[in-house]
């Protein structure tokens, strides 16, 4: 059996930004897997601009800012396979992988690093009266009709979640035609980032319906119409609030779920919060010297910020390499208005500053976020206001984390 150093999954923004950190710290010995024809992942179908201004202090679009990254790895004579599918991993780092020339394959490697994204929540994760029929799209399918192939999936478009993804195709589909009857979000706040909500809807005039959902679909072969309803405060739809659209497209933008098989086949402890692998700083998972990163780990708003965590990983993997046994773990808790933090532990060898990333259950203001462990609070941070819609990342010194057990997150309004 082939042996490696390192293996990574995914080549996208965080599985190309992962070897790269790899490369510089000094591997020779690794291979990226793909499964789709080529490198970029989702960034290759996002052809509006607003990536990279962290990164490269430049506004770029997704394919651009792909291609910058894909340059890179090639530059750095990285070897990688597209169209490669991994079936499986193993606690003792066999990958398991089939390849067009290839065939079936089996690698083991020293660490493995899971950049493999994330996907969206279907029609049949929610609860949708209606006939199955066609019409209904997830806002990311619709994107790649649209962007890559040309294909226009409705004229009259109605869109169900506030995410990011279903605000960027209000506009989108807008552009090209299409009228945009409106946005139904279920909670009552968006969950999408202030610049598309500004961007996407408030500048094409598309209505925004705040705690509301779709609760039927018309139609005998394909969607003629949808209706919405008000919900109250446990998201139940309230009688006599309907409303009525002659829609023939529903565009579904009802949330991201990391990309998590392959790690819970392999027995990895997963986060229920987050949907994806419980990590340290380091970003490795429960399995010694298996690693996450990226959308595959928790969901995130920017590009740029993916990045900056898979180079973690990168540059963890093969530091963390020699290392034999496992070491005393300090636990990290969310309390208060946060609903998660990653890492949610850190290690004794994780002798270095450390940066949480978290977001907020519901919409603050004039918001407090102390970090606090059995001493007291070492370290705060005040800020005018807090989203859901917009991770926080908050560095904390290696100081304050060492020697004083368990750490508390928190979050409250003053």
Request: aromatic share 4%.
């Amino acid at each position: 059996m082939k042996q490696i150093d390192l293996i990574i999954i995914g080549g996208g923004s965080a599985g190309m930004s992962a070897a790269l950190a790899a490369k510089k710290q000094g591997c020779e010995s690794m291979l990226v897997l793909e499964r789709s024809d080529a490198l970029g992942g989702i960034l290759q179908q996002c052809i509006h601009n607003g990536f990279g201004l962290q990164l490269f202090h430049e506004e770029l679009s997704g394919p651009a800012f792909a291609q910058r990254l894909i340059d890179a790895l090639h530059q750095a004579q990285i070897p990688y396979r597209t169209k490669a599918s991994v079936l499986s991993i193993t606690p003792d780092r066999i990958v398991t992988y089939v390849h067009p020339e290839d065939g079936l394959c089996r690698i083991r490697s020293k660490a493995i690093i899971l950049a493999s994204g994330c996907y969206e929540r279907t029609r049949g994760m929610i609860s949708i009266g209606g006939k199955r029929i066609k019409g209904v799209y997830t806002a990311g399918s619709a994107q790649r009709y649209l962007n890559m192939e040309n294909i226009l999936v409705g004229r009259r478009v109605f869109i169900l979640g506030s995410g990011d993804i279903g605000l960027i195709m209000a506009r989108r589909m807008r552009l090209e035609g299409a009228e945009v009857l409106g946005v139904a979000e279920l909670m009552p706040y968006s969950n999408g980032l202030t610049r598309n909500i500004v961007q996407c809807l408030e500048d094409f005039d598309i209505p925004l319906y705040l705690s509301h959902t779709v609760i039927d679909i018309q139609g005998d072969t394909r969607v003629e119409g949808i209706t919405i309803a008000q919900v109250d405060e446990n998201k139940q739809p309230i009688p006599g609030s309907e409303k009525h659209f002659a829609a023939d497209t529903l565009l579904l933008s009802v949330g991201l779920i990391p990309e998590e098989t392959l790690l819970q086949e392999a027995g990895v402890v997963l986060d229920p919060k987050t949907k994806g692998a419980k990590v340290n700083a380091h970003m490795e998972t429960s399995i010694p010297h298996v690693y996450a990163c990226g959308n595959a780990l928790h969901v995130h708003d920017l590009v740029d910020d993916v990045c900056m965590e898979a180079r973690v990983a990168g540059a963890s993997a093969i530091k963390d390499m020699e290392k034999k046994t496992e070491e005393a773990c300090t636990e990290v808790i969310a309390e208060g208005e946060i609903s998660y933090v990653v890492p949610q532990h850190i290690t004794t060898h994780e002798k270095e500053d450390v940066i949480f990333s978290f977001r907020v259950k519901r919409p603050l203001h004039h918001a407090l976020i102390t970090f606090e462990n059995k001493t007291g609070v070492f370290q705060q941070i005040r800020k005018k206001v807090l989203l859901p819609s917009q991770m926080q990342r908050i560095l904390c010194k290696k100081e304050a984390l060492d020697g004083h057990g368990a750490i508390w997150v928190k979050v409250r309004e003053e």
